[in-house]
Every structure is written in C-alpha cells, then in structure tokens.
Antibody, heavy 115, light 108 residues
C-alpha cells in the first residue's frame, strides 16, 4: 500500500526554523518526483516545492524561494523540507505529495508561526 | 504564472441533484488539469486527472471535461459522501502546479 507519513510540524517563533519530514512506503521512492503543498487555515492549496527523483533538480514557489530547501534521502525513502526565516504567513498544514498530478498525499503536519 | 479560477466559491445542492463546478485557466493548459476532493480534516485526494480520467476508487457519477482554459467537474446524483471541497490544479508546466481557490459543495 502506498503511504506517505508527514512529520516535524509544530509551534515556532517568527524568524525561526523547522524541518519537516515525509516517510514514503509502498512504492519506488527513488524513481518518483516529490512535492510539498501547503494549506493555510481556511484557505486553498498552494504548491511550495518539488524535487526530481534523483534530487538533482529542485523548484520553489516565489513565496518561499531563498528560505526553504527541499531535499531527499533515497536510501531512507524520506523527503525533507527545511524551513528558515519563518513568518506568520507560513502558518499552514504542510503536505508531501507524490508525482504530479498528486496521486498520493501525506496526512499533513501543522506548522504554526507565532510568538 | 498561470492563474486558476474556480466558480462558484460555494455550491448548495440537494442530495440526488447534479453539481457542476467550473475551473478556468488564465492561459491554455491543454488537458493538464486535475481535480481533487478534500473532506474536513483530511488531505486532498486525486479525483480526476488529464481533465477527464477518473482516478481509482471514485464512482462513475464523477466526470471531468474541458481543455485549453475551460474545465468542468460534474457530479451526478450527489450522495452524502460527496459534500466536500473540490480543488482544480493545472500541471502544464511541471512542477509549478497552480491550484484554484476551491469550491465547497454543501448540502442545500
């Protein structure tokens, strides 16, 4: 069974950092492009970042470029999102998602940026 | 950046009736368009891809159509489990898959 498990969210102060993780199960992770998508409270979905299957190529939304870094460890079947210089506008549920279109999503992890 | 606009924001429908949701792209995305269903407290779930192909697990009362800039999601004979938020997303220039703002289908 294909499964994605998001973790690492929490409460962080403005200007702080957080690293999200996404464990992948049930498919060949090392051959699959991966993505992060977020959803602010009561709002729609926003694409955040993507990474090629090898990790060689990364992409970012303008809203997070220069602050967030996507990476992956294919030996551990795990996707990461390092988030720095966080602000209140980054408060959201963060989902990892497989492929595009996103045929599988993690359950989401809540990131709250507040003092 | 391609902007996706969904309408209406909220659609009130009685069980058993048909719901028609619209998604418009600011420029052509061919048929590189997906629809997702999201229920409260849950992650989105892929419903339609390539504009008209139904994903595994969804019944035939769900159908998608359109190409270029105009797309429609139709839900025939709405069931109680269909009341949810529906998001469209283009993937014409991977990986920048812009989403629409969503349409909430609620019980009338």
């Amino acid at each position: 069974e294909v499964q994605l498990l998001d973790s690492g969210g929490g409460l962080v102060q403005p200007g702080g950092s957080l690293r999200l993780s996404c464990g992948a199960f049930g498919f060949t992770f090392s051959r699959t492009a991966m993505n992060w998508v977020r959803q602010a409270p009561g709002k729609g979905l926003e694409w955040v970042s993507s990474i090629s299957y090898s990790g060689d190529t990364t992409y970012y939304a303008d809203s997070v470029k220069g602050r967030f870094t996507i990476s992956r460890d294919n030996s551990k079947n795990t996707l990461y999102l390092q988030m720095n210089s966080l602000s209140a506008e980054d408060t959201a549920v963060y989902y990892c998602a497989k492929d595009i279109p996103h045929g599988q999503w993690g359950q989401g992890t809540l990131v709250t940026v507040s003092s | 950046e391609i902007v996706m606009t969904q309408s209406p924001a909220t659609l009130s429908v009685s069980p058993g009736e048909r719901a028609t949701l619209s998604c418009r792209a600011s420029q052509s995305v061919s048929t590189n368009l997906a629809w997702y269903q999201q229920k409260p407290g849950q992650a989105p779930r892929l419903l339609i891809y390539d504009a008209s192909t139904r994903a595994t697990g969804f019944p035939a009362r769900f159908s998608g159509s359109g190409s270029g800039t105009e797309f429609t999601l139709t839900i025939n004979s709405l069931q109680s489990e269909d009341f949810a938020v529906y998001h469209c997303q283009h993937y014409n220039n991977w990986p920048r898959g812009t989403f629409g703002q969503g349409t909430k289908v609620e019980i009338k």
